[in-house]
């Protein structure tokens, strides 16, 4: 049995590729502050649970030399482990609505959803003022606090467009059945940041994260209207 300084060290690789994956050892090694060695060892033990596999990644351009690095991500088993307990009864709650009020109850649970979470998030997002990334980064760090273990990924450099990955759903069982709590959640981001994003991925439609896709360029030209609009507003008054 492994010792408790050997389990929380695994957890926290497991934790990582919730979060990250697809990522390499080396780069959780770099996080943690371990050896590449060590966190390859807690690997072996999460892929023999079958709490994470390795994800192939597609190869563009010409492959470099050498043997090339291993992605990982966290399976199903993993995620049913860290599904809130009270996930069956949601469940069951919301089959029950929708048999005894019809599909338009489930629409108008989702429609709510979605305001509640626009509602939550709303300060955190205006508190980090008006760059789109520092937006997008500050959602990104509070829907973690939240469970759904976040993050922000440049998407060609990130001059134009950014990505928020969510690696995690607490509500993951509900949304398979009910894919409109998906998009009331993608609606809710859009407004938070205030331009249109796309939902590229979800764990409930069976990948391994949510993506959510934010042209950052449309965001900068957007903010820049509004300080010169703010701007000749000033000069006239």
Known sequence: MAEPGEQGTRELVLDLIVEKGPVTASVIAKILNLTTAAVRRHITSLEQLG????HHQPTSGQRSRGRPARHYVATDIAHERLQDSYSEIATRAMSYLAQTAGLEAIDNFAAVRSREIERKYAPVVRAA?????????????ALTQDGYAASVRDVGGGNFAIQLCQGHCPILDVAQEFPQLC???????????????????????????????????ALHK????????????????
């Open 183 to 217: 998009e009331a959640e993608t609606q809710a981001i859009g407004r938070l940041l205030d331009v249109h994003v796309q939902r590229l991925a979800t764990l409930a439609g069976g990948e391994h994260v949510c993506t959510t896709h934010i042209p950052v360029g």
């Open 51 to 54: 709490e994470i596999a390795e």
């Open 129 to 141: 003022g008006r760059d789109p990334r520092a937006r997008a980064v500050a959602l990104a760090d």
């Open 222 to 237: 957007r903010n820049g209207w509004r300080h010169s609009a703010d701007r000749a507003h000033e000069r006239l008054n």
